[in-house]
C-alpha cells in the first residue's frame, strides 16, 4: 500500500530499511501468507488463487519470478513480460505482477514497526487483511461529512 503523504512523517526515518529486511530477508521474497514470489508474473482465478504464467522453461521461471538462472527478477523485467504477455493474448483473464508490500498486522499505526507487527504480503493477501478497517474508515468518513453537512 502506497503511504499517503499526510502519514509519512508518521513511520520511522528508517521504514526504507525495515521494509526491505521484512520483504527480502524474513520473508525470502515472498508473501507470509499465501507464498506467491515478488514479481511473479500470472493470473487470479475466480477463487484468488495465483497462477504463474508457464508453457516453456523461461514462462515458468518468470512466473515464478525468477530468471532463466534461478535469480530473482527485477519489477521492470517482470513489468515488461506481463506487458508484451498480454498485448499477445486476446482471452481473459489478464496477467498481473505481484508487488509485495509491507502491512502493519496488529496495531495499524505506522510508528509500530516492530518486527512482530509487521508482513510481507501480496496485494490480495494485504487488501484482504485492510478490508474491514477500509471499511470502517469509510463510515467513519461519511459520518463526518453527515455532520459537517448539517452544522
Not at 499505526?109 to 504480503?121: Q, Y
Request: include cysteine; hydrophobic fraction near 30%; charge should be positive.
Amino acid at each position: 500500500m502506497p503511504i499517503l503523504p499526510e502519514n509519512k512523517k508518521r513511520y520511522p526515518k528508517n521504514w526504507n530499511l525495515i521494509s526491505q529486511f521484512i520483504r527480502r530477508i524474513r520473508a525470502r521474497n515472498k508473501c507470509e501468507w499465501c507464498g506467491v514470489r515478488n514479481y511473479s508474473v500470472g493470473y487470479r482465478d475466480k477463487n484468488g488463487i495465483f497462477h504463474g504464467v508457464s508453457g516453456n522453461l523461461y514462462l515458468d521461471m518468470i512466473g515464478q519470478g525468477l530468471t532463466e538462472h534461478g535469480n530473482p527478477v527485477t519489477y521492470k523485467e517482470a513489468r515488461e513480460l506481463c506487458d508484451e504477455y498480454n498485448e499477445n493474448r486476446v482471452d481473459e483473464p489478464k496477467t498481473i505482477v505481484i508487488v509485495l508490500t509491507v502491512a502493519h498486522v496488529y496495531d495499524h499505526r505506522p510508528e509500530n514497526a516492530s518486527f512482530l507487527n509487521l508482513a510481507a504480503l501480496c496485494q490480495k493477501c494485504h487488501n484482504d487483511h485492510d478490508a474491514k478497517m477500509r471499511v470502517r474508515n469509510a463510515k467513519i468518513r461519511r459520518e463526518r461529512n453527515q455532520l459537517c453537512l448539517f452544522s
